[in-house]
């Protein structure tokens, strides 16, 4: 599952949903067409994909305050260090990507 997606993604999705559209638009009899244009999908799709990260972050704090104990621990000894910096930011890389 993908949260904010990807270009090629939008592209094709966009083509696909235009055609569909001007036959179904032409096939009732309205000439006059608004084309799905490319670049709301984009719009609305990264509004939405920053709406459900934001919907995790919230769930992540609320869990932190509801059961503390359910989330992972990080040790007093690995904050001090470059290890704890390591372990907090190697999670993060493969998502970015």
Same mark, same amino acid.
């Given at each position: 599952?993908?949260?904010?997606?990807?270009?090629?993604?939008?592209?094709?999705?966009?083509?696909? !949903?235009?055609?569909?559209?001007?036959?179904?638009?032409?096939?009732?009899?309205?000439?006059?067409?608004?084309? !799905?244009?490319?670049?709301?999908?984009?719009?609305?799709?990264?509004?939405?994909?920053?709406?459900?990260?934001?919907?995790?972050?919230?769930?992540?704090?609320?869990?932190?305050?509801?059961?503390?104990?359910?989330?992972?621990?990080?040790?007093?000894?690995?904050?001090?260090?470059?290890?704890?910096?390591?372990?907090?930011?190697?999670?993060?890389?493969?998502?970015?990507?």
């Amino acid at each position: 599952m993908q949260i904010v997606p990807h270009s090629i993604v939008l592209v094709l999705l966009g083509d696909r !949903v235009s055609s569909g559209y001007s036959v179904t638009q032409r096939a009732i009899g309205n000439w006059s067409l608004d084309p !799905v244009a490319v670049r709301d999908l984009f719009a609305r799709a990264l509004l939405l994909g920053l709406r459900l990260v934001a919907l995790y972050m919230a769930y992540q704090v609320l869990m932190a305050v509801l059961k503390p104990d359910s989330l992972p621990t990080i040790s007093r000894a690995g904050i001090g260090g470059g290890d704890w910096a390591r372990r907090v930011t190697d999670p993060l890389i493969p998502p970015v990507c």
